[in-house]
């Protein structure tokens, strides 16, 4: 029986992701900018961790997708038990790679990777199981782990330095055993509800499925989950190597801010990548590209609400928080960011159809390229002079390419595209609203500024798109709402 996308679910997804942002928008304004070279440090670590754990994970989590169309219940138990022991395996490896690598070179930063470690492992885990809970389509309770403990985690940690209660090293350890604890809690609730038993003998899982395709397959997977993180994740660590720990606190929150964009993108990509790879096995294209257009529109509208808010909103906004002074540099950063975001999820799960189609490798080869560009961007505009700022442009130009190449690629193998006659005008809607509103006369107030041009901004795009009937799911929302309230 084909699953469905459960709305219940991603409507807890999207709750639990809003909740964990305003947690980490309220830190990230008030509390982070009071010490940014701590906060630019945590976040050199957990961006060690990111680039850790794919090697940890090996793919492995991508073929739980990828091949449980085609397996029984008996066989899909034995490949998650197989996954969870070559996470294990490669895990001692890394960790003896850590040991070797620290003691060969010395370095100033080479300590900090025994706090990435541990983060890294855990991350390893939980996007294992992440991708379980999501072949279950529960992904709420795993979710709630995943992105409010840090966000809860974090801001203590600070508070408890800031208040000279503990140091560096205690901070990044606090930090660490969060993860371990979300690690431990993710594990339990997975194997609540999916017992894959204790069956370590996999000579009969690949007899059914081929161990060749499935190593090649993982290869492929972890290359593309490194070189997105290399391509999409290198700035923090480009920044606090080659310009400053604060300035790399400045830049973390500017793309803490522009990443709460994605929310619902996340969590709908999660929801429909099984369903995506069942179309793919069955060669349901008609299908496949109705949800396509579907979720392509649906994101670019819920994107496009969202970063006008921001745009027009952001700098009073900021002029009212204690922290303004520390906050306005990031200002700029977060309206590239923002806007590299809302590119991404305009274009729909175009990750998604090649990741989980028979074409996986061109995954790999734009990454690649992509790697070399953005590092050769950042390198660039940090020598040039453009600091932060010309990082985030490095960052939207690989977005930009990385998206372009592969709508052109999914075109020409599958004659699917995102767009349609209604995306377009749409995108109409939006620029107009926002040139409209942006020279209206600016009040006197920072509050009633930020009130009226928000609100009018987010009153004119929901109506003029309901009225004009372009996305069916924001009429089908408003129906409910407006039928609700006549009873």
């Not at 080869?365 to 985030?392: E, H, Q, W």
Request: one cysteine or more.
């Amino acid at each position: 029986m084909e699953k469905k996308a459960s709305i219940k679910q991603f409507f807890l997804y999207s709750v639990i992701n809003y909740i964990g942002t305003a947690i980490g928008v309220v830190s990230t304004v008030l509390i982070y900018p009071q010490n940014k070279e701590l906060y630019g440090t945590i976040s050199y670590v957990e961006g060690i961790a990111q680039l850790l754990f794919p090697i940890m994970v090996l793919g492995a989590s991508q073929a739980l997708i990828k091949f449980y169309p085609a397996l029984d219940e008996y066989k899909k138990r034995q490949l998650f038990n197989y996954s969870i022991v070559s996470v294990g395996i490669i895990s001692a490896v890394v960790f003896l790679g850590i040991l070797l690598y620290n003691n060969l070179k010395e370095s100033e930063t080479g300590w900090l990777l025994y706090f990435a470690f541990p983060i890294a492992l855990s991350l390893a885990f939980v996007e294992l199981f992440r991708k379980q809970a999501q072949d279950l389509q529960k992904l709420a309770v795993p979710t709630l782990y995943e992105k409010l403990f840090p966000k809860i985690a974090l801001p203590l940690v600070f508070i408890l330095f800031l208040n000279h209660i503990i140091g560096v090293y205690e901070s990044l350890l606090f930090f660490a055993v969060c993860y371990g604890l979300i690690f431990i809690l993710t594990a339990i609730y997975v194997f609540k509800h999916y017992k894959p038993g204790f069956n370590y003998r996999f000579k009969t899982l690949f007899g059914e499925i081929s161990r060749k395709e499935y190593f090649r397959y993982s290869l492929y997977a972890f290359a593309g989950s490194l070189g997105s993180l290399l391509a999409f994740r290198i700035d923090s660590i480009v920044i606090f190597n080659m310009i400053s720990e604060e300035a790399n606190g400045t830049f973390k929150i500017g793309s803490n801010l522009a990443s709460t964009l994605q929310i619902p993108a996340v969590g709908l990509f999660a929801l429909y990548a099984p369903i995506v790879s069942g179309y793919l096995k069955n060669d349901n294209f008609s299908e496949l590209h109705v949800k396509y257009k579907e979720v392509a529109r649906l994101l670019f509208f819920i994107g496009a609400v969202l970063y006008s808010c921001i745009f027009l909103g952001i700098d009073d906004l900021f002029m009212l928080m204690p922290t303004r002074d520390k906050l306005m540099d990031s200002i700029p950063v977060i309206l590239v960011l923002g806007f590299s975001v809302l590119v991404n999820m305009a274009t729909g799960f175009n990750s998604e159809i090649i990741t989980y189609s028979k074409y996986y490798r061109f995954n790999l080869i734009t990454i690649l390229l992509l790697i070399l560009l953005n590092i050769s961007l950042n390198v660039y505009f940090v020598y040039a002079g453009y600091g932060i700022l010309g990082v985030s442009y490095a960052s939207f130009i690989a977005m930009a390419l990385f998206n372009i190449s592969k709508l052109i690629f999914i075109y020409k193998k599958f004659k699917l595209i995102p767009f349609d006659a209604a995306f377009f005008k749409m995108a109409a809607v939006f620029v107009f609203t926002l040139v409209l509103v942006y020279f209206l006369p600016n009040a006197e107030s920072h509050l009633v500024n930020l009130l009226y041009k928000v609100g009018l901004s987010f009153i004119l795009n929901i109506v003029i798109v309901y009225k004009l009937k372009l996305v069916h799911q924001v009429n089908v929302w408003i129906d409910k709402v407006m039928s609700f309230g006549r009873k």
